[in-house]
């Protein structure tokens, strides 16, 4: 009996492409069912905490299908598996693959998956410097942060760490700021929780507008799939 070694080679790339694009669907439907969920909250007034975080697991558990599945097909040296029962689990594939891979530069495997993402807009991309304000508060001061050291109630020095103000360290902690220091520290704190919660509802406009745009493309397809089928049953 022979065997036609490159009809099995091109059958075996068919298969390790079909998979890879297979996973990648799946990863991007899973990433995109949790953009509706959103989409659906944002639109209906309704909360489903619980349904959008049961795909946080899930979508850990796709990424790791999805890069043992590119370990595998690269043919990455794996560790002898620890147990057999679960030799072939995602999470034990990679785990064996870092184990092997100890030493050594570490291929991204997932280049496909990478490349979908560029293509979709980043939520965090969306936002502006108009979107929030004020604007962020000066970066702290470089080199470890001091102690206070000023004299407390029990005539000890204070061994909490002094504050950061207008980019520098100020003369003591919280409790021993100077009237001038408090003043500006009082200021720069609110300025800080506003900038925070500025930046949060800015995120969130960012990720509720993506959504809608999946959710968007999700309805134009199930229309176009409703036209094809009655087009058919004519
Ligand atoms: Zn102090």
Not at 90 to 96: E, K, Q, S, W
Not at 158 to 163: A, G, H, L, Y
Request: one cysteine or more; a negative charge; aromatic letters at 4%.
């Amino acid at each position: 009996m022979t065997t036609d070694t490159s009809v099995d080679q091109s059958d075996d790339d068919r298969t390790r492409d079909d998979a890879n694009r297979l996973i990648v669907l799946l990863r991007t439907l899973l990433a995109e069912s949790s953009d509706i969920v959103q989409h659906l909250e944002a639109t209906t007034g309704l909360r489903f905490s619980r349904l959008q975080q049961s795909f946080w697991p899930v979508l850990d558990q796709a990424r790791a299908a999805h890069e043992a599945l590119a370990v595998s097909a690269a043919g990455v040296e794996l560790a002898p598996p620890r147990a057999v029962a679960s030799a072939t689990e995602a999470h034990v594939i990679l785990a064996r693959r870092t184990e092997a891979m100890a030493s050594g530069s570490r291929p991204e495997p997932c280049d496909d998956y990478i490349v979908y993402r560029l293509g979709r807009p980043d939520p965090a991309a969306q936002i502006g410097p108009q979107d929030i304000s004020p604007p962020p508060l000066p970066p702290l001061p470089e080199g470890e942060r001091p102690q206070c050291g000023k004299e407390t109630q029990t005539g000890l020095p204070c061994r909490n760490r002094v504050q950061s103000i207008e980019g520098r360290w100020a003369s003591g902690c919280e409790r021993h700021l100077d009237d001038h220091e408090k003043a500006v520290y009082e200021r720069e704190k609110s300025q800080g929780l506003a900038h925070s919660q500025a930046l949060r509802k800015a995120q969130q406009a960012a990720r509720n507008k993506a959504a809608s745009v999946t959710a968007h493309r999700w309805l134009q397809t199930m229309i176009a799939v409703s036209t094809a089928e009655t087009s058919l049953a004519d």
